[in-house]
């Protein structure tokens, strides 16, 4: 394993090991490594690996010199974080009720 592979799995360890991460996947040329089961990876990959790749589109579309790094979606039960680095597609799932709502706009 080369050493950006070694760092993606040092990641991939810290994350699942969070009380309030219900996932990790992480991608790159070699495969998925995952922690969820293979209907759900399944589920996850086919709706967010294209909403990423639209958002990259998009910020490419407003600004040529540009990147987009990270995003996250939050939902009333979940909050999905979509990163990328050093050549790694990072998602995780986590648990909304473990985010911390002090900051969030009253509805």
């Known amino acids: ?27 790159n040329e070699n495969g998925i490594r995952t922690s969820m089961d293979n209907a759900t990876t399944t589920e996850m990959t086919n709706a967010l690996v294209p909403l990423n790749d639209l958002a990259r589109k998009t910020v490419k579309d407003l600004d040529p010199d540009n990147d987009l790094l990270f995003f996250r ?10 990163g990328v680095d050093e050549g790694h597609l990072y ?4 648990d909304a009720r473990f985010i911390r709502t002090q900051h969030m706009p009253k509805q």
Do not use: C, P, W
């Open 1 to 27: 394993m080369d050493h950006i592979a070694n760092e993606a799995e040092e990641i991939y360890q810290r994350l699942i090991r969070k009380k309030s991460v219900l996932g990790v996947m992480v991608f």
């Open 73 to 82: 979606i939050r939902t009333s039960k979940n909050e999905m974080m979509i």
């Open 91 to 94: 998602i995780v799932i986590q």
